[in-house]
């Protein structure tokens, strides 16, 4: 077996990529020991016995090769080459002394000419292999290392993640109880409020709950202008409650094929049900959940069937620890069954930021950006109106500012007041298109005072 056998390049390469391994190191000094190769052989024993200095392997395999180096000095004439070990017999001697050069060089500093690969200890007659084709046979190759090299590839079924059986792994991604509380959201007194008596008292007092008779059951239902905070809320409930959390898209759940989408909806509460306590956020329900009536395909008014028939399902006593939470920009563009009571009977109004959450959400975007004399107050006045999506990106408007500045005169500035308010005064509430669709629906649209919210806070404002 010469150096440029497969096999032991092959070796060569899995021996540097896991230099500690010693029965992989000690299985390729063997391979070039049988190849002839006693110096190198005797340098892989001898790095193997430095990582396992007690290997009994290792010590028999250094005995070994400094035996077979030891003569190799007392004997200067050249070594017989393998097919004088038995008469010639084979066509293979004479193709071989026809491309073996009639006196062979020695390499410089050697005592005997590179030999050939050594026949194997109970071979008394030249092998099958040594007879066939010039060919490395890569069957026998693999039979060699496969109780050196460990598996490369798991055999078996793939799941989704790579391993295990398909029917065990979950089919959505769940994340575990996060550390985002209510307490994290600055202001929105109302809506904590809400979420206080819609989820969090019953569930914290167990006795109450079954004295008053109060159900958990049912979903809680954010609408409000885009950019104000629905999904950070979903996420604080799911942290107050201690629960797992599963948020959903619509991406997540249509599919081309036909019954897809109804089977993904019914895995999507079967493993909220398996991982109770859990909350469901159904993000943009009015494209999970709009009215059938202005649908035209049967494939989507049989998703918003199949939703329906889990959202019933909730009502039994053993689901009742999953909840779940929807936000929408449009409410009323969602079919008019989800909203009946057991389903989504309740709704919360999620409006811009007041002046304590504009304040928190101000501190939380400059917290790592190097600022010097920021009068938050007066910051606070000036962005009345604005989303936390509009505070975010008026954040960034001023830091992109001092950058540009310091860029232009080389010398690096911090962040002050004057870019902040210059931010303001460009950044135009991105709210305003939205409650300009609002006004309409709170005044010709309200019916059973679906919206009574929505209508005193655009009397507040005067929007309306």
Same mark, same amino acid.
């Given at each position: 077996?010469?150096?440029?056998?497969?096999?032991?390049?092959?070796?060569?390469?899995?021996?540097?990529?896991?230099?500690?391994?010693?029965?992989?190191?000690?299985?390729?000094?063997?391979?070039?020991?049988?190849?002839?190769?006693?110096?190198?052989?005797?340098?892989?024993?001898?790095?193997?016995?430095?990582?396992?200095?007690?290997?009994?392997?290792?010590?028999?395999?250094?005995?070994?090769?400094?035996?077979?180096?030891?003569?190799?000095?007392?004997?200067?004439?050249?070594?017989?080459?393998?097919?004088?070990?038995?008469?010639?017999?084979?066509?293979?001697?004479?193709?071989?002394?026809?491309?073996?050069?009639?006196?062979?060089?020695?390499?410089? #500093?050697?005592?005997?000419?590179?030999?050939?690969?050594?026949?194997?200890?109970?071979?008394?007659?030249?092998?099958?292999?040594?007879?066939?084709?010039?060919?490395?046979?890569?069957?026998?190759?693999?039979?060699?290392?496969?109780?050196?090299?460990?598996?490369?590839?798991?055999?078996?079924?793939?799941?989704?993640?790579?391993?295990?059986?398909?029917?065990?792994?979950?089919?959505?991604?769940?994340?575990?109880?996060?550390?985002?509380?209510?307490?994290?959201?600055?202001?929105?007194?109302?809506?904590?409020?809400?979420?206080?008596?819609?989820?969090?008292?019953?569930?914290?007092?167990?006795?109450?709950?079954?004295?008053?008779?109060?159900?958990?059951?049912?979903?809680?239902?954010?609408?409000?202008?885009?950019?104000?905070?629905?999904?950070?809320?979903?996420?604080?409930?799911?942290?107050?409650?201690?629960?797992?959390?599963?948020?959903?898209?619509?991406?997540?759940?249509?599919?081309?094929?036909?019954?897809?989408?109804?089977?993904?909806?019914?895995?999507?509460?079967?493993?909220?049900?398996?991982?109770?306590?859990?909350?469901?956020?159904?993000?943009?329900?009015?494209?999970?959940?709009?009215?059938?009536?202005?649908?035209?395909?049967?494939?989507?008014?049989?998703?918003?069937?199949?939703?329906?028939?889990?959202?019933?399902?909730?009502?039994?006593?053993?689901?009742?620890?999953?909840?779940?939470?929807?936000?929408?920009?449009?409410?009323?563009?969602?079919?008019?069954?989800?909203?009946?009571?057991?389903?989504?009977?309740?709704?919360?109004?999620?409006?811009?930021?007041?002046?304590?959450?504009?304040?928190?959400?101000?501190?939380?975007?400059?917290?790592?950006?190097?600022?010097?004399?920021?009068?938050?107050?007066?910051?606070?006045?000036?962005?009345?109106?604005?989303? #936390?999506?509009?505070?975010?990106?008026?954040?960034?408007?001023?830091?992109?500012?001092?950058?540009?500045?310091?860029?232009?005169?080389?010398?690096?500035?911090?962040?002050?007041?004057?870019?902040?308010?210059?931010?303001?005064?460009?950044?135009?509430?991105?709210?305003?298109?939205?409650?300009?669709?609002?006004?309409?629906?709170?005044?010709?649209?309200?019916?059973?005072?679906?919206?009574?919210?929505?209508?005193?806070?655009?009397?507040?404002?005067?929007?309306?």
């Amino acid at each position: 077996m010469s150096e440029a056998s497969p096999l032991i390049r092959s070796l060569r390469a899995a021996v540097d990529a896991a230099p500690a391994d010693v029965p992989l190191r000690l299985h390729l000094a063997d391979l070039l020991l049988d190849a002839g190769h006693q110096d190198e052989a005797v340098t892989e024993a001898a790095i193997a016995l430095q990582h396992a200095p007690g290997d009994g392997q290792a010590r028999a395999l250094m005995a070994r090769a400094m035996g077979a180096t030891a003569p190799a000095a007392q004997t200067p004439g050249p070594a017989l080459p393998r097919d004088a070990a038995t008469p010639p017999t084979e066509p293979v001697q004479s193709r071989d002394a026809a491309t073996r050069p009639t006196e062979p060089t020695l390499p410089l #500093g050697a005592a005997t000419p590179p030999a050939e690969p050594a026949l194997p200890q109970d071979a008394a007659t030249p092998s099958a292999e040594s007879k066939a084709d010039s060919t490395f046979n890569w069957g026998a190759a693999a039979d060699q290392i496969k109780d050196v090299l460990p598996p490369r590839f798991v055999e078996g079924p793939l799941t989704t993640d790579g391993s295990g059986d398909p029917e065990d792994a979950p089919a959505w991604d769940v994340d575990a109880p996060g550390a985002v509380r209510l307490a994290d959201v600055g202001g929105m007194r109302e809506v904590k409020d809400r979420l206080e008596a819609a989820f969090l008292a019953p569930l914290r007092n167990p006795e109450l709950r079954k004295l008053y008779g109060k159900s958990l059951r049912g979903g809680l239902l954010l609408y409000g202008p885009p950019g104000c905070g629905k999904t950070f809320v979903a996420r604080a409930v799911a942290g107050e409650l201690g629960a797992s959390f599963l948020s959903v898209s619509v991406n997540d759940v249509l599919d081309m094929w036909m019954g897809n989408s109804e089977r993904n909806m019914h895995e999507l509460f079967e493993t909220a049900r398996r991982q109770a306590p859990c909350v469901v956020f159904l993000d943009e329900l009015d494209a999970l959940g709009g009215k059938r009536s202005r649908t035209q395909s049967a494939g989507m008014r049989n998703t918003v069937n199949q939703l329906l028939t889990e959202l019933d399902g909730i009502n039994a006593a053993a689901n009742e620890g999953v909840f779940v939470l929807a936000a929408t920009n449009v409410p009323w563009d969602v079919d008019i069954a989800l909203r009946r009571p057991g389903r989504f009977d309740r709704t919360l109004l999620v409006l811009p930021p007041d002046a304590p959450a504009r304040e928190t959400i101000l501190r939380y975007h400059l917290r790592e950006r190097p600022i010097e004399k920021v009068d938050l107050g007066k910051l606070v006045k000036l962005t009345d109106g604005l989303s #936390g999506a509009d505070l975010a990106h008026l954040c960034e408007s001023a830091a992109e500012m001092a950058l540009l500045d310091s860029v232009r005169t080389g010398v690096v500035r911090m962040i002050g007041m004057k870019d902040l308010l210059g931010a303001a005064k460009q950044t135009v509430p991105s709210t305003e298109p939205w409650f300009a669709s609002a006004r309409n629906v709170a005044m010709y649209a309200n019916d059973g005072g679906m919206y009574d919210d929505l209508v005193a806070y655009l009397k507040k404002r005067r929007k309306l």
